[in-house]
């Protein structure tokens, strides 16, 4: 069995920029595997199961918050850029230290 990473965050960035598959059902890094009956590669969860052929696999986070006027006010009109959305940062505590608002 091999070991279950859930990353999050910048981490989830970081590994999905390094061609990693993760998992759309539960977050975990999927593996590569050889399709049973042949043709192309299978990703496989070691986390909850999930299979997908590599050729139909596609990223999808599921959470994505959609910017109705409730979430709005949440931000006290103060938007984060997409950057900052996938981060995952505590938006907008965060300023301060990160090296995207350094001016």
Not at 72 to 83: H, Q, R, T
Request: hydrophobic share 25%; net charge negative.
């Amino acid at each position: 069995m091999s070991q279950i990473i859930k990353p999050e965050g910048i981490e989830l960035i970081e590994y999905l920029n390094e061609g990693y598959a993760i998992c759309n059902k539960c977050g975990a890094v999927m593996d590569r595997r050889e399709h049973p009956r042949g043709g192309n590669d299978i990703y496989t969860c070691p986390s909850c199961g999930w299979n997908i052929d590599v050729m139909d696999y596609e990223y999808e986070e599921d959470e994505e918050e959609e910017w109705t006027e409730q979430v709005l006010s949440m931000y006290a009109g103060n938007v984060p850029p997409d950057g900052c959305r996938a981060c995952g940062g505590p938006y907008p505590s965060c300023k301060l230290s990160c090296p995207t608002f350094d001016e």
